[in-house]
């Protein structure tokens, strides 16, 4: 059995698309073994991982550790995405 996919999130206060972001990854976590790890952009480690990942703004989405998408998040393309790590 796979050990999960790390997700790490990064948000900020005051984002509507970090809400949405999360109830997206909520739904996902059904049907895919996620481990999602929630870090303010505004702490040290957020501004870090940003910067590494090219993460411009608000929600940032980091799948193990490489970077996936920032802004508004698409669940079909996070699907589509974790969709290949379990086959790879």
């Known amino acids: 059995m796979s050990r999960g996919v790390e997700i790490t999130l990064?948000?900020?206060d005051d984002c509507a698309f970090c809400g949405v972001a999360k109830e997206i990854l909520t739904r996902v976590?059904?049907?895919?073994?996620?481990?999602?790890?929630?870090i303010d952009l505004a702490t040290a480690e957020g501004?870090?991982?940003?910067?590494?990942?090219?993460v411009l703004f608000a929600p940032g989405v980091?799948?193990?550790?490489?970077?996936?998408s920032y802004g508004r998040l698409s669940?079909?393309?996070?699907?589509?995405?974790?969709?290949?790590?379990n086959t790879a």
Not at 29 to 38: I, K, Q, T
Not at 75 to 85: F, T
């Open 10 to 12: 990064l948000t900020q």
């Open 29 to 38: 976590r059904h049907d895919y073994s996620l481990r999602v790890r929630e």
């Open 47 to 54: 501004q870090r991982l940003a910067a590494s990942a090219g």
């Open 62 to 68: 980091l799948i193990n550790g490489q970077a996936f």
């Open 75 to 85: 669940e079909r393309k996070l699907r589509r995405a974790l969709g290949r790590q």
